[in-house]
């Protein structure tokens, strides 16, 4: 049995699970198995799915596994990432159906594209992108590993996002320019509902409309 899991049982992973289970139930042609996975399980059941801790699932047997991380945190997503892989884990993207993707995409593996997400040309994105309900990228954007869009994100042409930023919900990231794209530095946390219109540093937080530096960390 080819055995997949949605690492997180949290609202992330609740809301995920029930789209891969609708993809799965229209590709694959021979038995297979989805469950929760979760270090720490709120119970045996989550909304009718077994919950499993990541042993008791590794301990399954299995003719392939494959995962797909509903974390939003994107360190620990990270980590978990590195876990699967050292344990031959495969990642899987789970992508709604009603999900728009145009041309020229090239995306990295475990993406979780929501419902009404839109992605269209001249795209390229890392590892792990989570894009939650009705965001959007536009033409000739680069987005890095790990990095995470709340709901109602709209990323406009010419905006390079690197690994591990989080854009908060319903955020405005302004178009750049060819050759100078707008840049969301690493680790950059955009506040929900700021309006960028330029670059915002590594490890900053921004926040409003225009977006302007709240916090300053440390690392």
Not at 63 to 85: D, F
Not at 91 to 110: E, K, L
Not at 128 to 139: K, R, T
């Amino acid at each position: 049995m080819k055995r997949f899991a949605i690492f997180g049982a949290s609202g992330c992973g609740r809301g995920i699970l029930p789209l891969a289970l609708q993809q799965l139930q229209q590709a694959e042609d021979q038995p297979w198995d989805l469950v929760f996975v979760d270090d720490h399980p709120p119970g045996p059941e989550l909304n009718g799915h077994r919950v499993l801790t990541y042993t008791q699932w590794l301990a399954e047997p299995a003719v392939s596994r494959h995962i797909s991380i509903a974390i939003a945190n994107s360190a620990v997503r990270e980590k978990l990432a590195m876990r699967c892989e050292a344990d031959d884990v495969e990642f899987f993207d789970v992508r709604a159906a009603n999900v728009v993707v145009m041309d020229d995409v090239q995306m990295g593996p475990g993406a979780v594209l929501s419902p009404f997400v839109t992605l269209t040309s001249n795209i390229r994105i890392g590892q792990h992108f989570h894009a939650n309900l009705y965001s959007y990228v536009e033409h000739d954007c680069v987005i890095g590993d790990f990095v995470t869009f709340a709901p109602g994100v709209h990323c406009n042409g010419n905006v390079v996002v690197e690994d591990h930023a989080y854009i908060g919900s319903g955020a405005v990231l302004r178009q750049g320019k060819t050759g100078a794209p707008l840049v969301i530095g690493r680790g950059a946390l955009v506040g929900m509902g700021a309006v960028v219109t330029r670059n915002v540093a590594p490890c900053t937080t921004v926040a409003g409309n225009p977006a302007r530096l709240m916090v300053r960390c440390v690392r």
